[in-house]
């Protein structure tokens, strides 16, 4: 079982599941590299957090960047052998009507941001039996009208992720896909609609499923979650 004193990176950490899950994390006793784009969001998560680590201002995008803030990190002393790629976004409406950069930024943050720090966490989770998580979403599995950039990044990284599953049998690195149904985020402010954000799930439960995760003495390959009332 990953010890809860090993390090942890995470991206988005700076507002929603990210910076829940930080705080989760941090005040168990985890160091932590935060990731995101707004240094003071990053400072007050890691404040809330306890203070232990450093932040890094990184586009998730830029696979460069995100290989830097980790050996910038490494040369710190920090090598997180946990990655929890948190960062989003969504761009939602008819197909239609969204935009080339609509398109090419869920991709790019959903999927490649997701893949861009695995590759570089990689070394650090097979010398020390890591823990890597996928973020996806009942997106993953089911389809919406007008959420076919959402649905397309999110359905992919399953499938990237999964496929990473199984290349990594054997090394003691363990994986966990997480699938929340509609969470309480700042995500919402970018989806046109009227949303009952108070019948949503908590970002805190998807923190919780990490922790326990981390916990559990036997793998746990993918964990379900829902509002309480049930899918919106």
């Known amino acids: 079982m990953t010890s809860t004193r090993s390090s942890a990176v995470v991206t988005g950490a700076g507002s929603g599941i990210g910076r829940a899950i930080a705080v989760a994390l941090g005040r168990r006793g985890h160091s932590l590299l935060l990731i995101g784009r ?9 404040a809330e957090a306890g203070g232990g680590g450093r932040v890094a201002v990184v586009d998730v995008r830029d696979p460069e960047a995100v290989r830097s803030a980790i050996a910038q990190a490494k040369a710190n002393g920090l090598s997180p052998p946990i990655a929890i790629p948190a960062a989003g976004v969504a761009r939602v409406g008819p197909f239609e009507e969204l935009s080339d950069d609509d398109l090419r930024e869920s991709v790019e943050t959903n999927l490649l941001g997701a893949l861009h720090l695995y590759r570089a966490v990689l070394p650090a989770a097979r010398a020390s039996e890591g823990h890597l998580f996928a973020i996806l979403s009942a997106a993953a599995l089911r389809v919406f009208p007008s959420w076919t950039a959402y649905c397309a990044s999110k359905w992919a990284l399953r499938g990237a992720f999964e496929a990473l599953r199984e290349e990594l049998k054997g090394s003691g690195v363990r994986l966990t896909a997480i699938y929340p149904g509609a969470t309480a985020t700042p995500l919402w402010d970018q989806v046109p609609g009227p949303w009952d954000r ?5 970002p805190e439960e998807i923190a919780k499923a990490v922790v326990w995760a981390l916990d559990s003495e036997v793998s746990v390959p993918e964990i379900h979650l829902q509002p309480p009332g049930g899918d919106l």
């Open 38 to 46: 707004h240094r003071a969001l990053l400072e007050e998560s890691l």
């Open 198 to 202: 108070s019948a949503m799930i908590a």
